[in-house]
């Protein structure tokens, strides 16, 4: 028995990077995933690789920051299966400047996809979680959420903020029989972090940084939100899990 089978996951930021690879993922062990991405094309991409390797999923295009749009994805997926069994807030987006050069437009910017969005999805998704009589919320917030890393001041005070709501919501959402956990990755190898790493001095000190000296791959992500959406883990709410070589070990 495939560990998803006969579950709905939505998985916003699905069109590329751990977003993808969390779809593919879900898709492999019997979800029908719902691939949700403001880039609509990509969005369409990841759900036909899906449906060519057998697996079932359906595409939308929806930008996470806007009230209106969340609405009617979670509408549509009402209308088409009548609840939602996980949800992966994973849409997400970085800044990487000194603290005395970020500009409003940058704040704005992370903090309304990253929090913002999730806030809004987590939300709106409350009555097909319920109606699932098992949901799952899988939020991802960062190892720096924690830790303190050279020009992500606007990036980790967002990350930090998806910990905080996440045990929140962990405490809120539980009598309605949905657990929402939060994963912190590390440094994982995806067009968000692409441009610092293709850098090798860069990324050299950015392995220098994690013990097990390699970086993520979206598939270590996604065996992580696999584990956090299944049965295995019907005992686990509010946990934050790091996925990240040993990066949060250190100091
Ligand atoms: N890559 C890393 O090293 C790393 C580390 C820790 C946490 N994370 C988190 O993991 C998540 C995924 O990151 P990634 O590395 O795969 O990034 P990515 O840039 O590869 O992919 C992000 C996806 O989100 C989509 N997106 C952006 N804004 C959106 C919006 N407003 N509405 C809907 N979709 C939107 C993009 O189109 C893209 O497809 C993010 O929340 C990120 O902060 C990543």
Redesign the pocket.
């Known amino acids: 028995m495939r560990r998803l089978e006969g579950r709905i996951a939505l998985v916003?930021?699905?069109?590329?990077?751990?977003?993808?690879?969390v779809a593919q993922i879900f898709a492999r062990e019997g979800a029908h995933v719902v691939v949700?991405?403001?880039?609509a094309g990509?969005?369409g991409q990841v759900a036909a690789e899906i449906v060519k390797s057998n697996g079932a999923a359906e595409e939308h295009a929806?930008?996470?920051?806007?009230t209106a749009q969340v609405k009617k994805l979670m509408q549509a997926i009402g209308e088409r299966h009548g609840k939602l069994d996980v949800l992966v807030?994973?849409?997400?987006?970085?800044e990487r400047c000194d603290f005395r050069h970020l500009t409003d437009e940058a704040w704005d910017r992370v903090w309304?996809?990253?929090l913002d969005?999730t806030v809004r999805c987590a939300r709106e998704a409350f009555e097909l979680l319920r109606a699932s009589g098992r949901g799952s919320v899988i939020n991802?917030?960062?190892?720096?959420a924690d830790k303190h890393t050279r020009q992500m001041a606007v990036?980790s005070a967002t990350?930090g903020a998806?910990l905080a709501l996440s045990r929140s919501l962990a405490v809120e959402y539980a009598p309605y029989g949905i657990r929402v956990n939060t994963?912190?990755?590390?440094?994982?190898?995806?067009?968000?972090?692409?441009r610092y790493i293709a850098n090798p001095m860069i990324a050299k000190g950015l392995l220098a940084q994690t013990p097990l000296r390699r970086?993520?791959t979206?598939e270590d992500?996604a065996n992580a939100a696999l584990f956090l959406a299944s049965d295995e883990a019907a005992y686990i709410t509010g946990a934050a899990l790091n996925v990240?070589g040993g990066m949060g070990a250190t100091l």
């Open positions: 916003t930021g699905a069109g590329a990077g751990i977003g993808r690879g949700a991405d403001i880039d990509a969005a929806v930008d996470v920051t806007d807030n994973n849409a997400g987006v970085g309304k996809v990253n969005g991802l917030s960062s190892v720096m990036y990350k998806v994963l912190l990755p590390g440094y994982v190898e995806t067009a968000l972090i692409g970086f993520g979206p992500i990240d």
